[in-house]
T-cell receptor
Framework: AQSVTQLGSHVSVSEGALVLLRCNYS??????LFWYVQYPNQGLQLLLK??????LVKGINGFEAEFKKSETSFHLTKPSAHMSDAAEYFC?????????????FGKGTKLSVIP | DADVTQTPRNRITKTGKRIMLECSQT?????MYWYRQDPGLGLRLIYY???????NKGEISDGYSVSRQAQAKFSLSLESAIPNQTALYFC??????????????FGPGTRLTVL
């Protein structure tokens, strides 16, 4: 079984400041990890994913995340926040291996960007 | 045109009514999913289907049923709607390839209110 904990349901940053959204996971097998973004009144869009290999993963819109097995973390960062980054962000995990299919989502973190 | 479409986008109904939410996709994916999103709870899986003849219950299937009419169509029904089924419902699709990690693509959502 897998689970995801996102620390902080709301995060506010100033425009141009570092964005850090925290995600910790629990998984009995090597995980696959995802970050999705949801803009207002829209569905979810994949930002980035970690499967195997390089632990630093780069995604769209300047976001990146680092898989740290020892800390069971997959935090999302962006060096400089833009107003357009205001959205809700979801971390998700699924089990690795053939047939993996079920995403377990965190509860989400709503990011506000202050001008 | 959107790859994953959902109808209706908004629906208000009364307790006890039967409701059907529809999802269509043009991505040619075999796998389809229904999730519900509640504020502060993230997304939870209701049902998923690997192909037309393969339908499975997810985390929260009680009170829901589904129908996979074709590869491209997956409907969610509430046989007798109740107020705590008020939520945002998302359909998603994914491809499947052995050994690969397949992204789920989400529709725009259906906002359902049960009075």
């Amino acid at each position: 079984a897998q689970s995801v904990t996102q620390l902080g349901s709301h995060v506010s940053v100033s425009e141009g400041a570092l964005v850090l959204l925290r995600c910790n996971y629990s998984s009995s097998v090597p995980p696959y990890l995802f970050w999705y973004v949801q803009y207002p009144n829209q569905g979810l869009q994949l930002l980035l994913k970690y499967t195997t290999g390089a632990t630093l993963v780069k995604g769209i819109n300047g976001f990146e995340a680092e898989f740290k097995k020892s800390e069971t973390s997959f935090h999302l960062t962006k060096p400089s926040a833009h107003m357009s980054d205001a959205a809700e962000y979801f971390c998700a995990v699924t089990a690795s291996g053939a047939g993996s299919y079920q995403l377990t989502f965190g509860k989400g973190t709503k990011l506000s960007v202050i001008p | 045109d959107a790859d994953v479409t959902q109808t209706p986008r908004n629906r208000i109904t009364k307790t006890g009514k039967r409701i059907m939410l529809e999802c269509s996709q043009t991505k040619g994916h075999d796998r389809m999913y229904w999730y519900r999103q509640d504020p502060g709870l993230g997304l939870r899986l209701i049902y998923y289907s690997f192909d037309v003849k393969d339908i499975n219950k997810g985390e929260i299937s009680d009170g829901y049923s589904v129908s996979r009419q074709a590869q491209a169509k997956f409907s969610l029904s509430l046989e007798s709607a109740i107020p705590n089924q008020t939520a945002l419902y998302f359909c998603a699709t994914s491809d499947w390839e052995a050994g690969a990690v397949n992204e789920q693509f989400f529709g725009p959502g259906t906002r359902l209110t049960v009075l």
